[in-house]
């Protein structure tokens, strides 16, 4: 099967880089996603990661390592927008797209 | 910008009730997605399809059925609402075969009384 685990929170400061952790197991990986879900709202999406290395867009990066089985989400630049939920997900060989159970982003100013 | 819409925001429903929760998209997406999100829980899979009349059981489909007749829509249903499938329902598609950049609706909160 597929899992997925994530931080349930962090908090950071307006202005700072923090870094959002998540650890896989699924088999036949296809790659790792990440989503934003603001209060209320839908969950959008973020980047993507099939091979190993950093992906930049804009302030966002994401990180995978195939080998670690591990990614992460940087957010360089908090901004009080950047208050939401993060949730990283994997896709398989069977086409099921499965998500961790989210990281609730706290920022202070 | 692919458009994702479901057609009801919020729903009440008697226990026993059948409930039908529709989705449609305007891209031309293969793959189509229905999650439930609880708070804790993240979202968890319900079923998805990834072709017309073809349908995959997710993580959680007990109590849930799906249909999809036509490749734009993707309809969910509860045969027989009961008070534990009170959540948002969350539909998405996918374009891209083998990567999961996933477009969600606005969700469909339902409350089962």
């Known amino acids: 099967g597929q899992s997925l685990e994530q931080p349930s929170e962090v908090t950071a400061v307006e202005g700072a880089i923090v870094q959002i952790n998540c650890t896989y197991q699924t088999s036949g990986f296809y790659g790792l996603s990440w989503y934003q879900q603001h209060d209320g709202g839908a969950p959008t999406f973020l980047s993507y990661n099939a091979l190993d290395g950093l992906e930049e867009t804009g302030r966002f990066s994401s990180f995978l390592s195939r080998s670690d089985s591990y990614g992460y989400l940087l957010l360089q630049e908090l901004q009080m927008k950047d208050s939401a939920s993060y949730f990283c997900a994997v896709g398989g060989r069977d086409d099921k797209i499965i998500f961790g159970k989210g990281t609730r982003l706290h920022i202070l100013p | 910008d692919v458009k994702v819409t479901q057609s009801s925001r919020y729903l009440v429903k008697r226990t026993g009730e059948k409930v039908f929760l529709e989705c449609v998209q305007d891209m031309d997406h293969e793959n189509m997605f229905w999650y439930r999100q609880d708070p804790g829980l993240g979202l968890r899979l319900i079923y998805f399809?990834?072709?017309?009349?073809?349908?995959e059981k997710g993580d959680i489909p007990e109590g849930y059925s799906v249909s999809r007749e036509k490749k734009e829509r993707f309809s969910l249903i509860l045969e027989s609402a009961s008070t534990n499938q009170t959540s948002m329902y969350l539909c998405?598609?996918?374009?891209?075969?083998?990567?999961?950049?996933?477009?969600f609706g606005a969700g469909s909160r339902l409350t089962v009384l």
């Open positions: 399809s990834y072709d017309v009349k073809m349908k």
């Open positions: 998405a598609s996918d374009g891209y075969s083998g990567a999961n950049v996933l477009t």
